[in-house]
């Protein structure tokens, strides 16, 4: 409201009006005034921000596929994948570690619920940082419950980890936890997972990213003969990518990708597509916003020429919902440029909680050569690809490596501590004071730059 032009007005009129309009008058400006103050104030004070934690795995890799698997595809009616069941290493079990982290976390940032005690929250930070801190307000959910390995398997057993939705016994659609975390709507997802080992090279603690589009869009072009070199590749940031099977190259799983990502299948050793191995359309294995439209499938079936569901690469179509999204500047802010020079948002949330978790480490006096921010694993993601929300997707460390064992027995509560403040950091800003060997940056994510308008953001409308 512009109060100049409201003073000016209510001057001129108050030379004319008697004497119980000036009081009538008075009275509404007294009580605009109250109105708009304590509006701005219960809306700037203290931001809500919704926070999912999300622990790898859960349920059991049980054969027959067809009944426990994972990657459910309407076309078929059948499971793609069998359910990933993570990591084991003798006893250590990453379903179990994963969970058991997620809620160490959770504990920590319900000091931040709107009811929450920030006053012990405040004495964690005071071990991070001398300098003032400012409140916010986080509201903390989990996309899964504890894993039941040990209870009988029945047919049910893996339906709530799944990540995709799928037909249930009652033959209705289920959700799965990509489904579930959206529909919390939240600004950032933190992804936990332990591997089992790895190469010296991406021995440490990893981010896990999605690739940006125009990455994706390039290898689709190379798949489709417009380009021909591969140094926009090797040039690019993301030439460190996720290999399935290190016989091959980096290009290759890399076209592999690209080809899935766009058509839904992988490709042969010549590069073209591989029609007999389909591994689905999965931006319509998850609800959300950006499904292709109702009876989507009775068309994909038929697979017919220009269009998105094409077999014949010359002839496919990237134009749906899904991928204008993908091409969206939003979609540039979480996986593209940023304050790591490359993966956008995502990179940067996934290394900064990485670096506040080393902080605490080294502050008790640990040290390991396997204790470091390590390279990101580069490739197409479930689950970065599938939600809107800043995605912090990270290996803690490997089972199969002593290091990271010793932390899972000695120091998983500093771990859970250096996530939850480098969550309320990425909200907030922690300046820390101390020089370790890792030092997070401390910044903020700038939220604003996703708005849409003044009733909606990207985050709020996934669903
Ligand atoms: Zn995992």
């Known amino acids: 409201m512009n109060n100049i032009f409201f003073c000016r007005v209510v001057h001129y009129r108050m030379a004319r009006v008697d004497c119980l309009k000036k009081i009538v008058l008075f009275l509404v400006v007294i009580i605009i005034t109250i109105f708009s103050f304590q509006n701005s104030t219960t809306r700037l004070e203290f931001p809500l921000y919704r926070v999912v934690l999300d622990p790898g795995h859960g349920g059991k890799a049980t054969l027959p596929k067809d009944m426990y698997g994972d990657r459910f595809d309407v076309l078929s009616m059948k499971y793609l994948d069998v359910y990933r069941e993570g990591a084991s290493y003798k006893n250590y079990h990453e379903h179990i570690y994963t969970y058991e982290l997620a809620k160490r976390v959770e504990a920590i940032l319900q000091l931040l619920s709107p009811d929450g005690n920030f006053e012990k929250f405040y004495t964690i930070l005071q071990k991070y940082t001398d300098k003032p801190v400012k409140r916010v307000n986080i509201q903390v959910f989990m996309s899964r419950g504890p894993s039941l390995h040990s209870h009988p398997i029945h047919n049910e057993s893996n339906a709530p980890y799944r990540l995709f939705d799928f037909i249930g016994n009652d033959g209705t ?43 994706l869009y390039k290898g689709l072009q190379y798949l489709q003969g417009t380009i ?10 993301y030439a460190d990518w996720f290999t399935e ?23 042969k050793n010549d590069y073209s597509i591989n ?5 689905g359309y999965r931006y319509n294995m998850v609800k959300w916003a950006f499904n292709d439209t109702p009876g989507w499938a009775h068309i994909a079936k038929h697979h017919p020429n220009n269009t998105l569901y094409a077999q014949d690469i010359q002839q496919f179509v990237p134009q749906n ?7 969206s500047k939003y979609e540039q802010y979480r996986r593209e440029g940023g304050f790591e020079g490359y993966g956008g948002d995502n990179l940067y949330a996934s290394n900064e909680i990485i670096r506040f978790v080393l902080y ?29 929300a800043i995605n912090a997707f990270i290996e803690f460390g490997y089972l199969a490596r002593p290091y990271t064992r010793n932390i899972i027995n000695n120091h998983l509560d500093d771990v859970a501590e250096g996530i939850a403040v480098g969550i309320y950091s990425l909200f907030a800003g922690v300046e820390v004071a101390k020089k370790y060997p890792c030092k997070p940056y401390g910044k903020k994510i700038d939220l604003e730059k996703y708005t849409i308008d003044k009733n909606k953001d990207y985050f709020t409308i996934v669903r």
């Open 245 to 267: 099977d290190e016989r091959k190259s980096e290009f290759f799983w890399y076209c592999n990708d690209v080809m899935m990502y766009f058509t839904g299948y992988r490709i």
């Open 228 to 237: 021909a070199d591969r140094s926009f590749f090797y040039s690019s940031r």
């Open 275 to 279: 029609t007999d191995e389909f591994r």
């Open 360 to 388: 605490n480490l080294y502050s008790k006096g640990i040290r390991h050569k396997d204790q470091r921010l390590a390279p990101p694993y580069i490739s197409i993601w479930s689950v970065p690809l599938h939600i809107n």
């Open 173 to 215: 659609l289920k959700e799965g936890r990509i489904s579930c975390i959206n529909s919390r709507k939240p600004h950032l997802v933190v992804t936990i997972h332990f591997a089992l080992n790895s190469s010296p090279y991406f021995r440490g603690m990893n981010a896990v990213i999605a690739a940006p589009y125009s990455i």
């Open 321 to 327: 919902a899904f991928f204008t999204r993908e091409q």
